[in-house]
């Protein structure tokens, strides 16, 4: 679908939108069409729904609706903003410098890395990101809500999809049918509209998050014990991991992949990959057995499934450009310099964590472009509809002390939480699922405070005969 690249020019150039659409199953009983947004930001929608929809949505929420996954202007197939000539070319670059520096010489070479990449990615996509804002996002949305034939929008969004939402909100809050907000991300922490000019990742609270599930994947390996998770088996989790970090800041392991080449494990990449790790109890394990290698060589007999699929991820990551929403509608720090003094603060609250989350916006620094449409606030809305507001207990990406704030600024909020441990509740609690049903499908939202469970520990054995699907336990 063509949309206008700016909204103050409604006739003038235009911009292309990517969608695609799973067709309700029973149209004779169709309520509409659910719009959806992943999160990111920068996340495909059209792969979203194309990869997960069939197992993402219960059988009643198919059946009566169409599910709608696009991908927001400028990612993916909507006429990307890229950073660089080539893939190639930006892997290069990306690959150059550590996932986030931890000594004073790792700091000077990144800050000046992050200037480069942010004029770099300036100059080749300055064009598209001056108009990428979530508020034009939204206003895509609504051409599109249009488009399909819905009075009033039903939508789910995840993560950052929770700002979409809420900016959806601001914009058009007479045009809301149905609001599910998963994993919430705090409108102020993100856009900075409360004044707070820390960085974007410490504003968010990740680090903190993160370290907080961190210390739950730690506590349940130690209630499974050995025979459970591996890690258990060389001593108290927590000792060992604190260990093994101390050791490889200052001696990585070199890893032979299957392919026969090598990959380098330092200290960034383990705490990278454990932060990856704790989106999904489910690879919890696979996370305790490539650290429990890392720490015992000796007995390390083949590639942690963890690692081998962290460097299949690398091979294909989308251009820095997609997920830049945040260098050009929200409040930066503006001294470039500090990020090593934001960073020591963040990791004194979420230790390993705060210090990697701190430093993912420094690029954003020396970047000038900024989408004049941007909405930063005021946040509190106007929506009469009941609106279904969740979090998960240990969220790291979302911290779950963003979901009460995050709900109050809806006149009929109903909060629900997910007792339980990863970043939304995606294939996690067929409790929450059965809660998102019968909301979408009838509007009755539930009592405000209620709560779900996970349906499986994140330890637990599968039971014979089924498998793990996207987190899912299934035949």
Request: proline share 9%; with cysteine.
């Amino acid at each position: 679908m063509e949309v206008p690249t700016d909204y103050d020019h409604p006739r003038g150039p235009t911009t292309t939108i990517a969608l695609t659409r799973l067709p309700a199953s029973d149209p004779a009983h169709r309520i509409g069409t659910l719009f959806t947004n992943p999160g990111g930001p920068g996340g495909p929608g059209v792969d979203f729904i194309q990869q997960v929809a069939q197992i993402a949505y219960t059988p009643q929420v198919r059946a009566q609706f169409d599910i709608l996954g696009f991908d927001p202007r400028g990612v993916g197939k909507s006429d990307p903003a890229t950073c660089y000539r080539t893939e190639a070319e930006e892997q290069k670059v990306l690959a150059s410098q550590p996932a986030f520096p931890v000594t004073h010489a790792e700091e000077r070479a990144y800050t000046t890395w992050g200037i480069k990449v942010g004029l770099h990615c300036t100059a080749f996509a300055g064009d598209k990101l001056a108009h990428m804002s979530t508020a034009n996002v939204a206003r895509d949305m609504d051409l599109l809500r249009q488009a399909v034939g819905d009075d009033k929008l039903s939508y789910v969004g995840y993560s950052y999809g929770t700002y979409l939402g809420a900016t959806y909100a601001k914009l058009f809050p007479t045009r809301v049918r149905a609001l599910v907000l998963d994993g919430t991300l705090s409108p102020t922490g993100y856009s900075g509209s409360d004044g707070d000019r820390r960085p974007f990742g410490v504003r968010v609270a990740q680090g903190d998050g993160a370290a907080a599930t961190f210390a739950q994947f730690k506590a349940e390996c130690r209630k499974a014990g050995p025979d459970r998770c591996s890690l258990a088996k060389l001593g108290d989790p927590s000792t060992v991991i604190e260990k093994l970090f101390k050791r490889l800041k200052t001696h990585p392991v070199v890893v032979t992949l299957p392919d026969g080449t090598t990959t380098t494990v330092t200290y960034q990449v383990a705490v990278v990959v454990g932060f990856q790790h704790m989106y999904d109890p489910a690879g919890w394990p696979e996370l305790a057995d490539l650290y429990s290698q890392l720490a015992a060589p000796a007995k390390r007999s083949k590639v942690p499934a963890a690692l081998a699929e962290w460097t299949k991820h690398r091979e294909v990551y989308p251009s820095l450009a997609q997920a830049m929403q945040p260098c050009i509608e929200t409040a930066k720090a503006g001294r470039p310099l500090a990020y090593p003094e934001y960073a020591d603060a963040a990791d004194k609250t979420g230790p390993h964590f705060g210090r990697f989350r701190a430093w993912i916006s420094q690029p954003c620094e020396s970047m000038p472009v900024k989408d004049t449409d941007a909405f930063k606030g005021p946040w509190p809305n106007e929506v009469k509809a009941p609106v279904l507001v969740i979090g998960t207990r240990y969220d790291p990406a979302t911290p779950y002390q963003a979901t009460r704030p995050y709900a109050d600024l809806f006149p009929a909020a109903r909060m629900l939480t997910v007792e339980g441990y990863g970043h939304t509740t995606l294939f996690k609690s067929n409790c929450a699922d059965a809660r998102i049903t019968t909301y979408l499908t009838t509007l009755q939202a539930p009592a405000d405070g209620s709560t779900c469970q996970q349906d499986r520990k994140p330890f637990d054995p599968i039971p014979a005969g089924k498998k793990l699907v996207q987190g899912a336990v299934v035949q």
